[in-house]
């Protein structure tokens, strides 16, 4: 049973950067799909952020394309999300998922992590 | 971006009713849609890829239709569970965007 589980600090500061992780269990990243994170702002919709592949091939979208960074770790079997000088509009429960290639839906998903932005 | 518009923003039906949404795209998508049912409090779980197709284990009650810039989902006969709201995802043009959601209340 593939499952995912989001880390994180919880609470960064203006202008900081975040860090969130990814742990995959019950799949290897190395044998395939690509692994997204998605975010969602309290009370508010999904919006795409980004997926890697195994070979550290990413796509990012473009409105967080300059402050962002997908990476993944197959030795530990994690991807991991950064992005930068955040500000109150990105807090939000972020979510990792995996990503059906070719039909780019987002079919296993993790319970999210809350990311507050405050000082 | 391809903009997505969910009709309505939320709505509220009786067990057993037939409840339809619909979701519009800015410009033509083809069929890559797909629809997510997200739950209070968790994560979403895809229900339809490709316009119309039922992921695994997906009830049949839950369908999807249409092409181009038009699109429905549809609950045949609303059960207490499906308490959600419902998000359309176009994946013709990157990036990804989804719909705003509509909010399915049980009366």
């Known amino acids: 049973q593939v499952q995912l589980q989001e880390s994180g600090p919880g609470l960064v500061k203006p202008s900081d950067t975040l860090s969130l992780t990814c742990t995959v269990s019950?799949?290897?990243?190395?044998?395939?799909?690509?692994w997204g994170w998605i975010r969602q702002p309290p009370g508010k919709g999904l919006e795409y952020i980004g997926s890697?592949?195994?070979?550290?091939?990413?796509h990012y979208n473009p409105s967080l394309k300059s402050r962002v960074t997908i990476s993944v770790d197959t030795s530990n079997n994690q991807l991991s999300l950064e992005l930068s000088s955040v500000t109150a509009a990105d807090t939000a429960v972020y979510y990792c998922?995996?990503?059906?290639?070719?039909?780019?839906?987002?079919?296993?998903w993790g319970p999210g992590t809350m990311l507050t932005v405050s000082s | 971006d391809i903009q997505m518009t969910q009709s309505p923003s939320s709505l509220s039906a009786s067990v057993g009713d037939r409840v339809t949404i619909t979701c519009q795209a800015s410009q033509d998508i083809g069929n890559y849609l797909n629809w997510y049912q997200q739950k209070p409090g968790k994560a979403p779980k895809l229900l339809i890829y490709d316009t119309s197709n039922l992921d695994t284990g997906v009830p049949s009650r839950f369908s999807g239709g249409g092409s181009g810039t038009d699109f429905t989902f549809t609950i045949s006969s609303l059960q207490p569970e499906d308490l959600a709201t419902y998000y359309c995802?176009?994946?013709?043009?990157?990036?990804?965007?989804f719909g705003q959601g509509t909010r399915l209340e049980i009366k």
């Open positions: 998922a995996r990503e059906l290639g070719v039909i780019r839906a987002f079919n296993i």
């Open positions: 890697v592949y195994r070979s550290g091939t990413t």
């Open positions: 995802q176009q994946y013709d043009n990157f990036p990804i965007t």
């Open positions: 019950g799949y290897s990243i190395s044998s395939g799909y690509y």
